[in-house]
């Protein structure tokens, strides 16, 4: 029943890579997404037995790796942590599979996509459910070579190209971290396993500084792969992937792998307050810096692709605070409002012949009420609204940050992203659905509801983006203290939602009239345009992260791979001291011996006679 | 005494030696310093052979004249057979092998 759960996903990404042209595009899209339904189905029966009655469980397959030093297990390990990820995969998973028979039909390779999907869930599987760090590296690699595939789904568009290549080079860069700190933990306990390791951490106080070392590597892992400040560029450029997969891998569940990692390391973050401060400064950071980007982005999944980053943000933010079952729960909530939102938005690209510029939208609410409750639940769910699944986490997450008064500096952060998650929540609700229509005629007339394959997950999902904070609120917070801070403080989060929310109103209601109601000053209106204009292309090309990253390490490298690897080493060094170089003395030395025989025989008789007189001479000599 | 036809017989080998790596013109010339040398070898021999009071010396001696007229013999014939081919018996011209 346990190993079920990650072979019947396995399973279906094998029969439908493989034998896809034989089943057919319908029997795929049936095939997987009924075996992921099937494997959801384990997943809340695996939650039952190991939360709701509280049996862990630990499965031992065969070994692995054995050698003096190191022996490690294929190993299953399912913890409430692994189970409550294992509903969210599942599910999410599951929905998303059955929304790709619709949002993908006519596609001539649904098979294909279909066993992506399967596979990345399967990987994913893997990797929440290994009980030690080399069997999580499996599906941290695997997920990140899925996300390729995916993101590379339509390979013949350059831009879908780049962006995979990017996503999987800058996934790398994290990768590199995890493999440092599997070694550098190798070195410092002797084991892999998570339950070794946590035994060692209890029993013995180990080395500090090498402690902080493994969690900061770890961190850049997750940094990584949770798009965190810094690395976080390929997140949003992913978004040139389909729209269930940007549901699926870039929402609600690579991307928290990440975070995972960092809660299922938590023993070892707790042994380093240095790192733990670092964890949350970073993620408060990339709340901020991800909330002011996705303001003013045109693109319809690009905003919600930020605002992804953003929620990562809180959620490693809160990690650092050292509260990770908040950060698991805000995961879980964020996973199903997320996957909501994408999945509308996917169903508003659909309806509006793929179109995904939010400017050329607007005035949808009338041809596709349906999605737009879909997304206006999505949105206050994400804003915290009270009562929807965003508000349990996000709000105790802002409490539990202000709590911690040393570093303020974070919940201060993370209020005024609330704030602006609202703003852009409303602005994308406002232009895609409320504002005039923008779209071309013949554009609006085609707009339609979804079919029913794409309706019914959205259905779903919004049940679980509206319930499960509820629901799951005793289940995951029942260890968390609530902070005693007074109510104006715990209301200070949602008031500030509703001011952002209203901003955005005023402002997309009135900006055309209120140019040419404020006749002030001709000379300050252009000031303020000027100024507005360089503070929007800051924030629209996401605080010029790109611009930095490419002009300052990607060309130097480049250059340097050109000019310095290249050229002055395999093109210089290694070839004159190497074949060309040697060849070409050997050549000459030759040359120059073999001008001794110069077919004259005088010369011959002359060298004869000297080497006569030298051999005999050496020899009177011995 | 037989320090100076040492020396002598010595000075021949070379004027011999001298012959054959100067010369550029003539190969009749250098099959002369071959001769030249032998009998300077001979010489030394002869010599060597009255001082130390031994025959083995004088039997060599024998020995490599018979030697020296038969290669003169085929020095001789090999140069009239090049003659006839190429018209000409400067050494200098004998450069048809080289590396």
């Known amino acids: ?169 800058i996934n790398r860069v994290g990768d590199i971290g995890l493999v440092l700190a599997m070694i550098k933990i190798l070195d410092e306990f002797g084991a892999l396993e998570f339950s070794t390791i946590n035994s060692i951490l209890s029993v013995s106080g180990e080395n500090k500084e090498s402690v902080t070392i493994i969690c900061l590597l770890l961190f850049l892992g997750a940094v990584g792969k949770s798009a965190q400040l810094g690395l976080h560029t390929w997140l949003p450029d992913a978004m040139e992937g389909p729209t269930p997969v940007s549901a699926l891998i870039h929402a609600a569940t690579m991307v928290t792998a990440g975070v995972f990692l960092i809660i299922r390391s938590g023993p070892l973050f707790e042994g380093s307050p240095l790192a733990l401060i670092i964890v949350t400064i970073l993620g408060a950071l990339t709340a901020f810096f991800a909330a002011t980007t996705g303001v003013v982005q045109n693109d319809l999944k690009k905003v919600i692709a930020y605002s992804t980053c953003s929620q990562l943000g809180y959620m490693v933010m809160i990690c650092g605070l050292s509260n990770y079952s908040v950060s698991l729960f805000h995961l879980v909530n964020h996973a199903f409002f997320k996957a909501l939102l994408f999945l509308s938005a996917g169903s508003v690209i659909h309806a509006v012949s793929d179109e995904q510029d939010m400017r050329k939208m607007g005035g949808l609410i009338k041809s596709i009420p349906l999605t737009y409750t879909m997304i206006l639940i999505g949105s206050l769910s994400l804003m915290g609204f009270p009562y929807l699944a965003g508000f349990y986490s996000k709000d105790l997450i ?41 779209s071309r005629k013949e554009d609006l007339l085609k707009v339609h509801e979804s079919s029913w394959s794409i309706i019914i997950p959205l259905l779903l999902l919004a049940f679980g983006s509206i319930f499960v904070g509820y629901l799951g609120k005793e289940i995951m917070l029942s260890n968390v203290v609530s902070p005693i801070i007074s109510n104006l ?113 005088f010369n011959y008789a002359l060298i004869m006679i000297v080497f006569t007189a030298l051999f005999l001479s050496g020899v009177s000599m011995l | 005494m037989y320090y100076e036809y040492l020396t002598i017989g010595i000075i021949l080998f070379i004027l011999g030696v001298l012959g054959i790596v100067l010369n550029r013109s003539n190969l009749i ?47 001789l014939a090999i140069l009239v057979a090049y003659y006839r081919v190429r018209g000409t018996i400067a050494v200098r011209s004998l450069n048809l092998l080289r590396g």
Not at chain 1, 2 to 7: M, S
Not at chain 1, 55 to 79: A, M
Not at chain 1, 82 to 99: C, D, E, K, P, Q
Not at chain 1, 400 to 424: C, E, N, Q, R
């Open chain 1, 398 to 438: 802002l409490e539990l940050a202000y709590d911690k008064y040393y570093i303020i500096f974070a919940y201060w952060l993370g209020v005024f992203s609330a704030l602006l998650t609202a703003f852009y929540s409303i602005r994308l609700i406002y232009l895609t659905f409320i504002m005039d229509s923008n």
């Open chain 1, 489 to 601: 403080v715990k209301v200070v989060p949602l008031l500030l939602s509703l001011l952002g929310a209203l901003l955005a109103f005023i402002v997309y209601n009135n900006i055309i009239i209120t140019e040419y109601k404020l006749n002030i000053s001709v000379k300050i209106i252009w000031f303020i345009r000027n100024l507005y204009h360089i503070i929007y292309t800051f924030f629209n090309s996401a605080w010029q992260f790109n611009y930095i990253i490419n002009h300052f390490f990607i060309n130097n490298i480049w250059k340097f791979g050109h000019l310095i690897t290249y050229r002055v080493i395999d093109r210089g060094i290694l070839e004159i001291i190497g074949p060309k170089g040697i060849s070409k003395v050997l050549i000459k030395l030759t040359r120059v011996i073999s001008n001794f025989q110069s077919g004259m025989v």
């Open chain 1, 1 to 169: 029943m346990y190993i079920l759960v990650l072979l019947v996903p396995l399973l279906s990404a094998i029969i439908s890579g493989l034998f896809g042209r034989r089943i057919g595009t319908k029997g795929a899209g049936v095939l997987t997404s009924s075996c992921i339904v099937i494997s959801a189905i384990v997943s809340y029966y695996i939650f039952y037995e190991t939360i709701l009655n509280s049996s862990v469980t630990y499965i031992k397959l065969w070994r692995w790796f054995d050698s003096e030093l190191l022996t490690t297990y294929f190993g299953l390990q399912f913890d409430s942590l692994t189970s409550t990820m294992l509903i969210v995969i599942t599910s999410v998973s599951a929905l998303v599979h059955i929304y790709s028979i619709g949002y993908m039909s006519g596609d001539p390779h649904i098979p294909r996509f279909m066993s992506y999907l399967s596979l990345f869930t399967f990987l994913m599987i893997v990797l929440v459910t290994s009980d030690n760090y080399i069997q999580l590296f499996i599906g941290w690699e695997g997920v990140g070579l899925c996300s390729y595939l995916l993101i590379n789904f339509w390979l013949t568009r350059i831009k879908a190209n780049k962006a995979a290549i990017k996503a999987m080079l």
């Open chain 2, 29 to 75: 010339i250098m099959l002369m310093s071959i001769e030249l040398m032998l009998l300077a070898i001979s010489v030394l021999f002869l010599i060597n052979s009255v001082a130390i009071n031994n025959l083995i010396g004088q039997i060599f001696t024998i020995m490599i004249l018979t030697i020296a007229a038969a290669e003169s013999a085929i020095g």
